[in-house]
């Protein structure tokens, strides 16, 4: 019930308090810039957005610097200082860890400030049971990195597939990849798509590929689904996919849409555009080589999805007046994602949590 009061007032400081504010472009000895607005969000410089939130008057959006190792004192200071009765919402994705602290400072200094951690490197390191009880975070988001076999398997279920082949690394021998296997090959079972799973070695390269597919002597790749398990090897099964005319229900890389704005040339496009444009640019690529609705992606970079999808609910919170129990809840989060983002999303419970924190599971779009 206390908590509940907690986010109510935060929420309703929220709503009668949201102002535009100037973005200011200066950058401080941290060298990360001092850009505010309602909605104020930190990332990697190397995360891309889409382009239609770079313009949106109540957003600003700051670029974290490449570095080795933990965020220093100067660094996180400076995005506290940075935080003042203007931004209502902080949203912070980063890939280094250290910045849990920026959540404990802004909270002691601005109760009212509504909290996102997104992919914050704390997630996957020694600090994850700490940071889902983190009382200074409102709402986390952490992206589901190495469990995507079965959502793969649905996407090729629904792409008339009857062969499944599930290619992985030797080095992803773990716990997780063999619930990944195990549910995978379940639901292959239960749909009635053969599954073959398939072990590579480090450092594949694409002709090896072609030959372990060669020798399997595939008599009909039109219904034959073939997926990369781990970012590592999805370029190789990508072309591989491609050369032997295979459904692709995952890309499943780091970044499909840098990827297949490369393979369709339009990787200008990719770079200017909304991705609304980008995907239509894609779309009719995609078509001319004969390949419409035979290759599943993600376009966007996969971290921003989470924070795209915190603005979204945050405006929709905003337009609504809603309470922050009632727009960051699992029913909330999935209309947005399929409202405004365009993309399926399956929201997965972290365990014992202070706010509201969810693992995200991305479910392809089919091109």
């Given at each position: 019930?206390?908590?509940?009061?907690?986010?109510?007032?935060?929420?309703?400081?929220?709503?009668?308090?949201?102002?535009?504010?100037?973005?200011?472009?200066?950058?401080?000895?941290?060298?990360?810039?001092?850009?505010?607005?309602?909605?104020?969000?930190?990332?990697?410089?190397?995360?891309?957005?889409?382009?239609?939130?770079?313009?949106?008057?109540?957003?600003?959006?700051?670029?974290?610097?490449?570095?080795?190792?933990e965020y220093d004192e100067d660094e996180i200071k400076s995005i506290?200082?940075?935080?003042?009765?203007?931004?209502?919402?902080?949203?912070?994705?980063?890939?280094?860890?250290?910045?849990?602290?920026?959540?404990?400072?802004?909270?002691?200094?601005?109760?009212?400030?509504?909290?996102?951690?997104?992919?914050?490197?704390?997630?996957?390191?020694?600090?994850?049971?700490?940071?889902?009880?983190?009382?200074?975070?409102?709402?986390?988001?952490?992206?589901?990195?190495?469990?995507n076999g079965r959502n793969a398997a649905m996407i090729a279920n629904?792409?008339?597939?009857?062969?499944?082949?599930?290619?992985?690394?030797?080095?992803?021998?773990?716990?997780?990849?063999?619930?990944?296997?195990?549910?995978?090959?379940?639901?292959?079972?239960?749909?009635?798509?053969?599954?073959?799973?398939?072990?590579?070695?480090?450092?594949?390269?694409?002709?090896?590929?072609?030959?372990?597919?060669?020798?399997?002597?595939?008599?009909?790749?039109?219904?034959?689904?073939?997926?990369?398990?781990?970012?590592?090897?999805?370029?190789?099964?990508?072309?591989?996919?491609?050369?032997?005319?295979?459904?692709?229900?995952?890309?499943?890389?780091?970044?499909?849409?840098?990827?297949?704005?490369k393979k369709f040339g339009l990787e200008k496009e990719y770079k200017?555009?909304?991705?609304?444009?980008?995907?239509?640019?894609?779309?009719?690529?995609?078509?001319?080589?004969?390949?419409?609705?035979?290759?599943?992606?993600?376009?966007?970079?996969?971290?921003?999805?989470?924070?795209?999808?915190?603005?979204?609910?945050?405006?929709?919170?905003?337009?609504?007046?809603?309470?922050?129990?009632?727009?960051?809840?699992?029913?909330?989060?999935?209309?947005?994602?399929?409202?405004?983002?365009?993309?399926?999303?399956?929201?997965?419970?972290?365990?014992?949590?202070?706010?509201?924190?969810?693992?995200?599971?991305?479910?392809?779009?089919?091109?």
């Open positions: 019930m206390k908590k509940k009061i907690i986010l109510s007032v935060i929420t309703f400081i929220f709503v009668i308090s949201l102002s535009a504010c100037k973005k200011d472009n200066s950058s401080n000895k941290s060298g990360i810039s001092g850009n505010k607005a309602e909605i104020t969000i930190y990332m990697p410089e190397n995360q891309n957005i889409d382009k239609k939130y770079l313009d949106d008057r109540d957003i600003a959006i700051n670029y974290l610097p490449q570095k080795k190792g506290i200082n940075n935080i003042d009765k203007n931004v209502k919402v902080l949203i912070i994705t980063s890939e280094n860890p250290g910045l849990k602290k920026v959540f404990d400072g802004v909270k002691e200094k601005l109760p009212g400030v509504i909290t996102v951690a997104n992919e914050i490197e704390e997630f996957h390191g020694n600090q994850y049971d700490e940071l889902l009880k983190d009382t200074n975070i409102d709402v986390g988001f952490k992206l589901n990195r190495d469990k629904e792409m008339s597939a009857k062969r499944f082949l599930y290619l992985y690394h030797e080095d992803l021998d773990s716990d997780r990849l063999y619930e990944d296997l195990s549910e995978t090959k379940s639901f292959c079972s239960q749909e009635g798509l053969s599954f073959e799973k398939i072990k590579v070695k480090d450092g594949l390269k694409q002709n090896e590929l072609e030959d372990i597919i060669k020798r399997m002597n595939i008599k009909n790749p039109d219904d034959t689904a073939i997926y990369a398990a781990n970012s590592e090897i999805a370029e190789q099964v990508f072309d591989t996919g491609i050369n032997n005319g295979f459904i692709i229900p995952n890309i499943n890389s780091r970044n499909d849409g840098i990827l297949l704005a200017n555009l909304e991705r609304k444009d980008f995907e239509k640019k894609l779309k009719s690529e995609i078509k001319k080589r004969g390949l419409k609705n035979r290759i599943g992606a993600v376009v966007e970079d996969r971290r921003s999805i989470a924070t795209e999808l915190s603005i979204e609910v945050a405006k929709y919170m905003y337009k609504n007046r809603f309470v922050i129990e009632e727009s960051f809840g699992d029913k909330s989060i999935i209309d947005r994602a399929d409202q405004n983002l365009s993309i399926r999303i399956k929201p997965m419970i972290m365990g014992a949590t202070y706010g509201y924190f969810r693992e995200l599971e991305l479910i392809p779009r089919i091109y």
